[in-house]
């Protein structure tokens, strides 16, 4: 892969009550808020056919992980062995990808409103994908 | 973001029989075969705690997708109408990262042996997260 593909283009931006990772929840279904993804205008043409109550996975840069933890407690329960980051869901790994099963809840614009996010204000959006089996194609 | 921590670092490379996308099934679960995740030596700790029988997400990039297609027929059938990509699972996308439930057969070193995986031989792999409810954390 050259540099210049492997580089990420942020398509959007998360716009969330929730600002601090240590306290926001660890899942979606974990009591998450609602959130907007903030599309970049560029891609708004990506957006055609997704409709309010599809469900939905966005792809997240997870901006404040740690790039050089292979290990960790899983759920940041120091009284837990530790185990490889490729078995947890932590946002400590080597390329923190985040993946946030949600549901869409309104399309205005360049706005898309999405329940159940536990991302934090300001996280870079990656990508959306249908879940499959959930309508998309 | 700055450039450098947008950059992506492949954990791996996919070593499969399949070899051209064209004639790859679409999705895993569409009769794709067997496949080895070859994962550089520097990121074996975190494999930790991953065994056979475990499902796992693995996220690819998907490294001959076009990035400046938003809109596509889905399922490559010109007679279906264009849709926005972010409603399909087209491999073209702004960020084409390819997303994989797939179940590991067998660990072996730094090559993990996992079924149903429609990536193409040589494809760069990105991550690895348990998919939830499946014995992750």
Redesign the interface.
């Known amino acids: ?1 050259s ?1 210049e ?7 959007g931006v998360v716009a969330s009550p929730l600002t601090d990772p240590a306290s926001a929840p660890k ?1 979606g279904f974990e009591g998450a808020p609602e959130a907007w993804l903030v599309l970049e205008p560029g ?1 708004l ?6 409709r309010p109550g ?1 469900r ?2 966005v ?1 997240t ?1 997870l ?1 404040r992980a740690r ?1 050089d933890v ?2 960790v407690h ?2 940041d329960d120091a009284a ?1 062995p ?8 932590s946002a400590d ?3 923190p ?1 985040g ?1 946030h099963e949600v549901e869409i809840v309104a399309l205005e614009g360049r706005r898309v409103r999405v329940r159940d996010l536990e991302a934090v204000d300001g996280t ?1 959006v ?5 879940v ?1 089996g959930s309508g ?2």
Do not use: Y
């Open positions: 892969m540099a593909r492997t580089r990420l283009v942020p398509i899942q891609v043409e990506a957006l055609d056919g997704l599809d939905i996975v792809l840069w901006h790039r292979l290990r899983p759920r837990a530790l185990r490889g980051v490729f078995g947890t869901r790994r080597p390329n990808i993946l870079p990656l990508d959306l994908k249908p499959l998309g194609s």
